[in-house]
């Protein structure tokens, strides 16, 4: 392979554990979130400082980073997901811009708006594929497990899950931190891949589109979301010469999806014998199929 | 002393421009139970459609502003009859609804980026910013001029609502839409009045920011700070936004005036975190913790 191919691969592999995250989040648990490039730049920064500064091993300070972001998340996620309403998504807006500012102006730090340079790498190809195969197994294990259907559960109906006995603020909340978990791990693994980090990385823009591949995908679909962030991706490379129309056709596509086809490429189909069975079989009865 | 009534002063100007922002965003909000990210592009629109009436066509401001009031109610009348109207017609998911929110914000602000450029512009020196002295305080005649259309405007949008028959269906709307329509309300001529109405106050608040700040295309993300107070104030109430609106302008001068002028972002999302931890109704909200 190719440098260059490898590297646009590996950056790949990295947006879409930060996708896995929030799939599970906005697409299995249906909370929305502005914010989530907040947690990437939690995992980027603080492996970034324990690696370069304090010489802790990188994946000991990866996994720091990500627990950071669990943390952080925990403590917004408790007070804003116990509400009913859109308090989690202004929240996610604010904290993401909050967590930008301080790494921005916390110059003995984090060295400021200017970037903190010269990180060895050690997110080569390998090891971000070792990260991608064992957490993309790890989130498929999740989603099919009891905590997978008790997040389903909060999506579809909150009150029925409530009444058949699930604590659904819990698992609201749990979902969150285990996003956060994506998106830290994901952030450690730019800062490992880049060598640099620009509080900019991490702005709206970063969490916007992490939604975008989402809903692209399929909301309710892991494995369309991987496809999202790939074609995504793939687009975001093949139009980089007009690329001023770039976000201007996110926008457009997400509203066009909500309008037409809510459900996103997939739907909630994982890609496999199901899906194509869909696609291709005798129509079923709705509700009885691809809801597992 | 003269200072801090100063920066009173500024703050409850600030506060104003922002309770004209979050009063629109909370009446759509307790209408139709969805935070309308494009909310802040209703905005851009004024400012906008102000800044062109002014510089191409010549108008003069009184003309102008009409313009660009009714020019960013229909854009707003025309963003829910496009993204929100086939969606909310189809299904009760308010997710959907918040990511088409977040697609027209995106296109609205990338319309402005691909065809008008992103450059800063300054409005026309239309509205006088000269300092008045008031004996105990100096100020500027913008912050009077912009605290007091503000109050003018809340005031006749306090009439609107309590005086006239589509008021009175507004406040049976946000109680429950769906009942409000069995009892005789045409729905979607409401919701287009609604529109109108948070798109309009919307305009009014973008020409005081563009003339505070400048015009450019993301200005409109500004309206965050409307989200908050809104959030502070109870969402969907409308004393609670002007109150949370004030409040945050408030601290938001002091924190710049005497402490730094680069935390006063930082004190607003502190005032979320404080007030969705302590009281997450907000000050005027109605309950919205899970029943079952």
């Known amino acids: 392979m190719s440098p260059y191919v490898e590297s646009i691969i590996t950056l790949l592999m990295i947006n879409s554990i930060a996708a896995m995250g929030v799939s599970l989040l906005t697409g299995f648990t249906g909370i929305f979130t502005l914010g989530h490039s907040a947690y990437m730049a939690l995992g980027a920064y603080t492996t970034a400082i324990l690696y370069m500064g304090h010489s802790v091993p990188w994946a000991i300070a990866i996994f720091a980073g990500a627990a950071f972001a669990m943390l952080v998340a925990w403590l917004i996620g408790v007070p804003t997901l116990r509400l009913m309403g859109d308090y989690y998504a202004i929240a996610s807006i604010g904290l993401a811009e909050s967590i930008r500012l301080i790494i921005a102006n916390w110059q003995s730090l984090t060295r400021g708006a200017r970037g903190y340079p010269d990180i060895s790498k050690f997110a080569t190809f390998n090891v971000t594929l070792a990260f991608f195969l064992v957490m993309g197994a790890l989130i498929f294990l999740l989603i099919h497990s009891r905590y997978g259907r008790a997040f389903k559960a909060c999506r579809d109906d909150h009150v029925a899950a409530s009444l058949l006995g699930y604590n659904t603020a819990r698992y609201r909340v749990l979902s969150l931190v285990i996003s956060a978990f994506y998106c830290g791990i994901a952030g450690g693994l730019l800062a490992g891949f880049l060598q640099y980090l620009k509080p900019d990385m991490f702005d709206m823009l970063k969490s916007t589109e992490l939604t975008a591949v989402v809903v692209f995908g399929g909301m309710g679909s892991m494995s369309g979301c991987l496809l999202g962030t790939t074609i995504i991706t793939l687009v975001t490379e093949l139009f980089r010469p007009i690329s001023q129309y770039r976000m201007l056709i996110y926008g457009a596509v997400l509203v066009i999806i909500m309008v037409l086809r809510p459900e996103g490429l997939l739907g909630r189909y994982e890609l496999g014998p199901r899906l194509l069975r869909h696609l291709f079989g005798r129509k079923t009865p709705e509700g009885t199929e691809g809801r597992g | ?292």
């Open chain 2, 1 to 292: 002393m003269g200072i801090f009534l100063q920066q009173i002063i500024n703050g409850l100007s600030l506060g104003s421009v922002y309770a004209l922002i979050a009063v629109g965003y909370s009446l759509v909000y307790s209408v139709l139970l969805f935070s309308n990210f494009a909310h802040g592009g209703f905005l851009v629109v004024g400012g906008y459609a102000c800044y062109f009436a002014l510089k191409t066509l010549g108008f003069n401001i009184w003309i102008s502003s009409l313009l660009s009031l009714v020019g960013a109610g229909f854009v707003a009348i025309l963003v829910e009859r496009l993204a929100y109207k086939p969606i909310r017609e189809r299904t009760n998911v308010t997710l959907y609804l918040l990511i088409a929110s977040m697609g027209m914000s995106i296109v609205i602000e990338n319309i402005f980026v691909v065809t008008v450029g992103g450059r800063f512009r300054a409005l026309p020196p239309v509205i006088p910013t000269a300092p008045v002295n008031l004996g105990i305080a100096t100020t500027s005649a913008f912050d009077i001029i912009s605290l007091g259309v503000a109050v003018v405007c809340l005031v006749a949008l306090q009439l609107f609502l309590s005086r006239t028959k589509w008021g009175l269906a507004i406040r049976a709307a946000a109680y429950d839409l769906r009942t409000a329509g069995l009892m005789g309300v045409n729905v979607n001529r409401l919701i287009s009045i609604v529109f109108f109405v948070a798109g309009a106050l919307a305009a009014v608040g973008g020409i005081f920011l563009s003339v505070r700040y400048t015009l450019y295309p993301q200005l409109g993300t500004i309206t965050i700070k409307a989200f908050v107070a809104a959030v502070i104030g109870g969402l969907g109430s409308l004393p609670g936004a002007v109150v949370g609106s004030l409040i945050l302008g408030l601290s938001e001068m002091l924190t710049a005036g005497f402490i730094s002028s680069q935390l006063r972002d930082l004190v607003v999302f502190s005032l979320l975190v404080i007030t969705l931890l302590v009281r997450p109704t907000g000050l005027f909200g109605k309950s919205v913790g899970e029943k079952v």
